[in-house]
């Protein structure tokens, strides 16, 4: 297999790492010096070989340890998954994406055999090797959603569309920046998204929603988010919050770059064919600030970001406590440079 998977941690001892190839394709989200919320959304079409964005959905060195956390928070808490019956279609439309986007992206790794309605589908780095008939609920582990994005990084819901809106009413969330499926599911575009600041008062929610109700089959749209946490810990859930969210009083200047990590979301939006949902995949990828910094430009600008950035957005976030701390420590990468626009 082409990508060296590897064993690692996200909790307790944190064993989490980027290689140096990992780092050299982590998707900084950055264009400019300045951050503000805005309809940032383009084209999910193939990026550059290596990557982000070359394949669909991104298989990277995380993929085997990411999963066995995501079981270990299924098994401590299964409301994290949540399919209401209604959209168990959506469940096989997203199956059917990914087990399709997987096999011909990473043939070494996944292999999609069809014959009629019975499928075969084997995932090696998982050590999965399945037959099932598509469409036949009885003849999976799981419901469809919950079999097939136990073996997908990135959390993922899905939205069924009625009323000229949105409803999340499906997902799979294990590592998600401290906001709640079990709190959410059964709510539309605007009220999901009531405890974001300024960005409704600027009519982004509404214009996001115009876009989405028309968002096309075969025509996947992207767009970045990005917030902090400390240490490299998925699963920063409203529901563990007693096991992470102490970690913020314990940084100081001599652990920060080891410690806080740039957490951004690769976000998809993809129309299904059957159901006529939205599936929206949240890829998570982490990276500390002391391997951030390793890329002089990534420091500077980060440095930048930080400072200029409305109070709002970093009490939102959940870093306003630590913001002169961190802005501190990168001030010590920041030479003053222009920078460039773009990444
Ligand atoms: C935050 C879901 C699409 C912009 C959030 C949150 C959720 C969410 C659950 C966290 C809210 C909380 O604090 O409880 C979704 C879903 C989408 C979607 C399911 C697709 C169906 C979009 C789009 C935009 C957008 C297209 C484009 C502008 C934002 C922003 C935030 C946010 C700006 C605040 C993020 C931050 O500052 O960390 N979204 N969202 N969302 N969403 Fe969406």
Sequence with gaps: MGIQFNDETFRND????????GLARFPFPFPEDEYMYSVNIEPHTPGRKGSVFEHSFDVDEHYVSEMKDRARVLAEDPLRCQSLPHMTLAGWDLLELIMESKARDYPDMFELHKNG???????????????????????LPYGPMEYITRQAQGDFTLQDQREDNLWIEAGMVTSQADWS????????????????????????????????????????????????????????????????????????????????????????????????????????????????????????????????????????????????????????YDDGAPTSPGW
């Excluded at 944190?14 to 140096?20: A, E, H, I, L």
């Excluded at 309605?117 to 003849?139: A, C, H, M, Q, Y």
């Design 117 to 139: 309605n019975k499928w075969r589908w084997v995932n090696k780095p998982l050590g999965i090797d399945d037959t099932f008939t598509f469409l036949d609920e009885s003849t």
């Design 181 to 332: 499926l079990d709190f959410d599911i059964g709510m539309s575009f605007h009220e999901w998204h009531a405890p974001v600041p300024l960005a409704g008062g600027m009519g982004i929610f509404d214009r996001a929603l115009k876009f989405l109700l028309k968002l096309q089959y075969g025509a996947p749209v992207r767009r970045f988010n990005w917030t902090m946490t400390v240490d490299p810990r998925l699963d920063t859930a409203p529901e563990t919050y007693p096991k992470w969210g102490p970690s913020k009083t314990t940084l100081n200047m001599d652990n920060v770059g080891a410690r806080q990590h740039l957490r951004v979301e690769l976000q998809t939006l993809y129309r299904l064919p059957r159901s006529n949902a939205i599936v929206f995949p949240i890829r998570c990828y982490l990276i500390s600030f002391q391997d951030l910094v390793t890329v002089p430009k990534w420091g500077r600008r980060l440095h930048r970001v930080l400072q200029g950035l409305p109070q709002e957005l970093a009490e939102y976030k959940g870093f306003a406590r630590n913001r002169e701390l961190l802005t501190n420590w990168l001030a010590q």
């Design 14 to 21: 944190y064993t989490y790492r980027n290689s140096p190839a």
